[in-house]
């Protein structure tokens, strides 16, 4: 083993370094161990850090070397808990994190990420805001977010990849302002997501816009890019009193939807959504057809709602049910649809994740009653919780001039 400039034992009490911590050989962090920096903590181009136990970081975090953790391990957390102020996370070599936490509240933003880190495990936001605009960081497939707020977020770019859900942890200055994204079918398929707290008229002008369009949000934008894959998602942004003009957010709420703005066109272009004041998130279909980009959310006009039909005969979609089998409102119904058998319906959660989905609805006893069919679903035979669920209704239309129709919208389940 290689010299390691610095003092630590196999113990599970914190070891407190006085002065800067030079890592040149190799440093193995076991489970239930725990190392704790002051200084600077420096690992060198020969150095090597496999992190499976708990390394409390102090102050700076520079890289040059390895630092990683045994693969398909449960443990292995980095804690930066700042005692002299920001911390720079840095250096030339990428780092691999199995799960952090972020717990500095000294100075805001009170992290600086100019290297590129991994994580594998989960993110906790406790205290103190990441500024990753000089670096990047990324969220492998199992990778989760959790506690972020106005005091905890990540101010700049966020990359998420893999086939789960994600609830971007992002913000600027000093608001916390995610979107989210559904489960691609993908493993592969990658995102990124950043939040800009400015007025995007002045790149993308809110008078630049679709007929259809009345208000477009003149206090803040996202830039949400696909960076590999084309599986379907559900798009899903905030929105917060505190940052959305009131006019965005008026009622009636079906009128606030998600726009886009086209670079071809130089205009806001309606990308449809639909609503959830409970929540405070407005939710759209995205298809791999659909470009990415610069997106906010806005007012359409009230004359802009269409009515779906189906071989000329409107499709009635009852977007309330109750399973408790009192013979009302049993099971999701959607009238009309059988003339258009060739149709798919998707049902998602709260959090973008799906729950049911079926072809050809309603027309072999494929119906949903209030269970998940996910392959992920460990008891499939208790029903879901109550609350507020959304679907994704698609069909072809043979007696149509627009054969392909899309219909989003929300199904509130009660008992």
């Known amino acids: 083993m290689k010299k390691v400039k610095t003092l630590f034992f196999w113990t599970i009490c914190p070891i407190i370094a006085s002065a800067q911590t030079y890592n040149e050989g190799t440093l193995v962090i076991s489970p239930q161990t725990e190392i704790s920096t002051v200084g600077v903590f420096t690992n060198a181009l020969n150095g090597t850090v496999l992190n499976d136990g708990t390394l409390y970081v102090y102050d700076h975090f520079n890289n040059e070397g390895l630092v990683t ?126 939040y800009f707290f400015e007025n995007p008229g002045i790149l993308y002008p809110g008078t630049k816009k679709e007929s259809t369009i009345e208000l477009v949000d003149h206090a803040e934008y996202w830039q949400i890019e696909r960076t590999n894959g084309d599986s379907n998602v559900l798009l899903t942004l905030s929105w917060n009193e505190a940052t959305t003009p009131p006019a965005i957010i008026a009622t009636p709420y079906e009128d606030i939807h998600i726009v886009r703005w086209d670079p071809v066109s130089e205009q806001w272009t309606d990308v449809g959504g639909v609503a959830d004041f409970s929540s405070k998130e407005v939710t759209t ?58 149709n798919k319906l998707e049902i998602y959660n709260r959090w973008g994740v799906k729950v049911f989905e079926t072809r050809s609805y309603d027309t072999k006893g494929n119906i949903f009653e209030g269970f998940s069919d996910a392959r992920l679903t460990i008891n499939k035979e208790k029903l879901l919780p109550p609350g507020t669920y959304f679907y994704v209704l698609t069909f072809r239309d043979e007696n149509s001039a627009m054969k392909q129709k899309d219909k989003i919208g929300y199904l509130f389940m009660t008992y």
């Open 69 to 194: 953790f045994t693969p398909n391990s449960t443990t292995g957390i980095t804690v930066l808990k700042g005692s002299k102020g920001i911390q720079n996370i840095g250096g030339t070599s990428p780092m691999d994190w199995n799960h952090v936490q972020f717990d500095n509240s000294s100075v805001q933003p009170a992290f600086q990420l100019s290297n590129e880190v991994t994580v594998f495990g989960q993110v906790d936001f406790l205290k103190g805001i990441l500024n990753s605009n000089a670096g990047q960081i990324i969220f492998e497939n199992t990778a989760t977010a959790i506690h972020a707020s106005d005091e905890s977020h990540i101010d700049g770019t966020v990359k998420k990849i893999g086939a789960s859900s994600f609830e971007y942890p992002i913000g600027n200055s000093g608001y916390y302002r995610y979107a989210a994204l559904s489960a691609p079918d993908v493993i592969t398929d990658s995102f990124t997501s950043q």
């Open 285 to 342: 279909l995205m298809k791999p057809v659909t470009s990415y980009g610069i997106f906010t959310l806005a007012r359409v006009k009230a004359s802009n709602t269409t009515v779906l039909n189906c071989a000329g005969v409107p499709v009635e979609i009852m977007n309330l049910m109750s399973p408790n089998n009192d013979g009302l409102n049993d099971y999701f119904k959607i009238l009309g649809l059988n003339l258009c058998p060739n």
